[in-house]
């Protein structure tokens, strides 16, 4: 069955300091991946996607970036964090060439706290 | 532009109540609805994908319908239990883009 994992669960990081979040899917191969960010009282914001090794689609202009470096690795990473990054990040995953008309599988969440 | 709202933004109820969380969407061209449900501090889940071409899902205690003309949405849940309590979000698949369109959610608590 697939799984996926994404660590840590919570980080609390200092303005200024870098990011690194990490995101693994098993059970599956070429999965489409995706970065959404969840603020307090706010809908579900996508971030980034995915559809293969190194290809990458920003949804929206910020100071974050991610990255494909194997087929079932996602990682989010930004070189200086904005209190604005404060958010509950997860990542999902999908399979099938709908990309996002296919069922969406998500992680259980990274709470980040910026302060 | 595509926009999604839940309707109520929070719903407590005793339990074994029957009760029906609503989703709207302002643009009928979409490929599905999905609805995730999500535990605090947790990730989502999907509970129930709905095609365009279909008029309902089921699956157990969960029944949701989609009316795709009139931009509606609801997700029945029968019988309520205290592990219902989860804020429910629903998200729409539209046309001609890669988004998927999030509603903020209802979050619902049964009391015993």
């Known amino acids: 069955s697939q799984t996926i994992h994404q660590w840590p669960a919570t980080l609390v990081q200092p303005v200024g300091s870098p990011l690194s979040l990490e995101c693994t899917v098993e059970g599956t191969s070429n999965p489409n991946l995706y970065w959404y960010r969840q603020a307090a009282g706010r809908g579900l914001q996508l971030l980034f996607y995915?559809?293969?090794?190194?290809?990458i689609s920003s949804e929206v202009p910020q100071n974050l970036s991610a990255s494909r470096p194997q087929d079932r690795q996602f990682i989010l990473s930004s070189k200086k964090l904005l209190l604005s990054d404060s958010g509950f990040y997860l990542c999902?995953?999908?399979?099938?060439?709908?990309?996002?008309?296919?069922?969406?599988?998500f992680g259980s969440g990274t709470q980040l706290s910026v302060l | 532009k595509q926009e999604v709202t839940q309707i109520p933004a929070a719903l407590s109820v005793p339990e074994g109540e029957n009760l029906v969380l609503n989703c709207s969407f302002t643009?009928?061209?979409?490929?599905?609805l999905q609805w995730f449900r999500q535990d605090p501090g947790k990730g989502l889940t999907s509970l129930l994908l709905?095609?365009?071409?279909?008029r309902e899902q089921t699956s157990g205690r969960l029944n949701a319908s989609l009316d795709k003309s009139s931009g509606r949405s609801t997700l029945y849940i029968a019988a309520s239990q205290p592990g219902d309590s989860a804020t429910y979000l629903c998200?729409?698949?539209?046309?001609?883009?890669?988004?998927?369109?999030f509603g903020t959610g209802t979050r619902l608590q049964v009391f015993p």
């Open positions: 643009d009928s061209a979409i490929y599905n």
């Open positions: 709905i095609q365009s071409s279909q």
């Open positions: 998200a729409v698949s539209p046309f001609n883009t890669d988004k998927l369109i």
């Open positions: 999902a995953w999908s399979v099938g060439t709908g990309g996002f008309n296919e069922k969406l599988f």
């Open positions: 995915s559809v293969g090794i190194g290809q």
